[in-house]
């Protein structure tokens, strides 16, 4: 099976291959010039290059993973030292300022040159007139170095906007002795999945009293805006794998929704999961995870492995820095359970470097070298390090290659790379014939009526039934009873 998996993945996913359909959060800090230095201007009807001066390109970084933020700066300095026209300046942003800067910056007219967001934003960018088609500045063996598939999530009907840095597997996960001794055979899982059902009689197996402490079943993290990952890695697998179906009618106002949503708040009414599910953010739910309170998580991301590994080694060291509370746990990778009506479509997350402007006529020569500092950071040892540190295999060529000089990752679970692996077949497709109007407005009606009515129903302040009413009444609104889903 895992060979199956293996070879599927590199055929499908991992493979790169001609374009196909798209053309041709800590605390921050900056690399910006201090205050006070301003560049000389060029003269009237001369570049920057033209001139001697160089073209500042500027990013807006998060901490993709642990060390990124910091091995960044060895990487522009390089980049600087060897690029005569081109200096990249980086600002880091925290992963829950991220949105709010960048946000700032768009509201300004300003945007950052690159910005590294998830690729279901690319639509919201391209509707506001700030992406930028990167395809025209760029050699195709550029563009050709990453895997068409995961690529494709940066495409919108013949552009580009941007590359992609990994596709992460989004699903849960769990605590191997507590899964055992609840009897689950989750070998057997990862190979084979679980429908909705085993997964809800699973769940209550996990769930026990010790002391005070209550463990749980499953929890997700929810926190916030944390539902939105809750909402979005569920519906998947509940026959609604975006937000329009092939048609491009709005696929939340299927009766496929209600059933959904009911399953939804069914766990917590088991009291399989916590009834304060909306008020876990991601750092406790991952405390709640190495303390022993909980047999499954969500999200799981392939790094957590190394987390919980990494605290189980303090743990046996007697470190003071492990987890207070903590117990050793050997984290297994799970996919998301299959509702009714539904089949195994893994949330792919494809975060990336997208490039944008505020200019209504900006610079071409600025726009390529732009397109250049962003295929520099998605690309090569870059794309190899962080991809490594996530538990992740790169998506660009020169990233693979690159990834094979590094040392072998040590007790590595290969039961959980396979799963990984196999899971990143099953990863929903991207849609890129979605146009961004639609796709914009899908977005905000998950901001202003989704989130905040799930919250609702994970809190049990509203039911299934009048959740799903509030997306039916949002979607005839905006895009008419014709443009929805009806079944």
Known sequence: MQKRAIALLMSVVMTAGLL????????????????????????????????????????????????????????????????????????????????????????????????????DGVSKYLDMGMAVDISQYLPAEKMEDFDEGVLKYFCNGDGIYGFPAYCEVQCIGGNREMLEAAGIDWKAVQQNGWTYDEFREAIKKGVKQDGDKTVYGFLFACSGVAAKDYFGIFVKNAGMPAAFDKDLKYAYTSSKMLSFLQDIRAMIDDGSMPKEL????????????????T????????????????????????????????????????????????????????????????????????????????????????????????????????????????????????????AVEFLTTQVAEARPDIPAELGAKAIRIEDEVILPKFQGLLAGEITPEEMYEAIVSAGHETFGEDGCVAD
């Open 20 to 119: 196909v359909g798209c053309g041709g959060s800590s605390s921050s800090g900056s690399t910006e010039p201090s205050a006070g230095t301003e560049p000389v201007a060029a003269q009237e009807g001369e570049t920057k290059q033209e001139s001697g001066e160089k073209d500042v390109v500027t990013a807006l970084l998060p901490p993709v993973s642990g060390t990124y933020q910091e091995k960044i700066t060895s990487y522009i300095e390089a980049f600087n030292s060897e690029n005569e026209n081109i200096e990249i300046q980086v600002t880091t942003a925290s992963w829950e300022d991220m949105t709010q800067k960048l946000d700032v910056q768009v509201n300004a007219g300003s945007p950052p040159d690159i910005a590294f967001i998830g690729s």
């Open 278 to 293: 909306s008020g876990i953010d991601a750092g406790k739910r991952w405390n709640m995870m190495l303390t022993g309170q």
């Open 295 to 418: 047999m499954i998580t969500g999200k799981g991301l392939s790094s957590f492995e190394k987390s919980a590994y990494d605290n189980t080694a303090l743990l046996n060291a007697g470190d003071p820095n492990a987890v207070e509370d903590s117990i050793p746990v050997e984290y297994i990778v799970l996919p998301v359970p299959v509702f009714d009506g539904g089949m195994q479509q893994a949330q792919g997350a494809v975060d990336g470097y997208i490039c944008l402007t505020g200019e209504k006529d900006p610079d071409e020569q600025h726009l390529k070298n732009v397109a250049e500092v962003a295929y520099f950071l998605a690309s090569g040892q870059r794309a190899a390090e962080t991809c490594q540190e996530l538990y992740l295999k790169p998506v660009c060529e020169t990233g693979r290659t690159e990834y094979e000089k590094l040392p072998a990752i040590p007790d590595k679970n290969e039961d959980n790379t396979a």
